[in-house]
């Protein structure tokens, strides 16, 4: 089969197919405009076949591919972490302005619920001076964050543990966070993606405020200026 048949055999949105076979083919979807006529070896057809039907099951775009692009960096994803949405590159925006107020050598900086590092990568490839910690109460998570960082050569500090839990005794000056923040109830989980992202990093329990209330009520003690995030 060629370019454009293979694309044209497959129940899922067009874009999506262009990215699973530029993907599979290691090409960009330019190439695959210009070589539509181009024949696609039965090996790399299969492998594409393959991934078309598991995006038309439900199987996330980001997980398929193995990498999210957020902020400047390409992220390696998988069905362990939350895939990094753009909404919050502003918690990043908003971390960076309050990083500038002070002096970034001495700047310690926590990222709690870090998952696949996203924004505290971020922060650190866009303020290197800063000390940067990640924690997650998920090993699994935390083994994609260190690849991320290993694969961008950035230094941050991965710690396993709930919270605060795994760098009790340390005070930070600053303390960032993407909980978890929908309900349990809530319909919008067996829509788009959500069903295949991991559920600890979506639900945020009963009211889906939980994990916010509890942070907030543990980060007061955890900061050594209480007056920073005014």
Request: include cysteine; glycine fraction near 6%.
């Amino acid at each position: 089969m060629t370019t454009r048949e293979l694309l044209q055999s497959v129940e899922i949105d067009l874009r999506d197919a262009e990215a699973l076979l530029a993907h599979v083919l290691d090409v960009d979807r330019g190439w695959l405009i210009a070589h539509a006529g181009d024949p696609v070896c039965q090996l790399k057809a299969r492998e594409f076949m393959k991934k078309a039907r598991a995006r038309m099951q439900g199987e996330p775009l980001s997980y398929l591919l193995g990498y999210r692009d957020f902020w400047t960096l390409r992220l390696i994803v998988n069905p362990h972490v939350l895939i990094p949405r753009r909404e919050t590159e502003h918690l990043v925006e908003w971390t960076l302005e309050r990083i500038d107020r002070c002096d970034r050598s001495a700047l310690r900086v926590l990222d709690l619920g870090t998952g696949s590092g996203a924004v505290a990568l971020a922060c650190k490839s866009a303020r290197p001076e800063i000390q940067m910690c990640g924690t997650d109460i998920s090993e699994d998570a935390l083994r994609c964050a260190r690849l991320n960082a290993e694969q961008l050569a950035l230094d941050v500090d991965w710690r396993c543990g709930r919270w605060f839990e795994s760098v009790r005794g340390k005070r930070w000056d600053l303390v960032v966070s993407n909980p978890p923040y929908i309900a349990e109830a809530d319909v919008h989980l067996s829509e788009g993606d959500l069903p295949a992202e991991p559920r600890t990093a979506l639900v945020g329990g009963a009211t889906g405020l939980e994990a916010l209330q509890e942070i907030i009520c543990l980060t007061r003690d955890m900061l050594w200026y209480r007056n920073f995030l005014e």
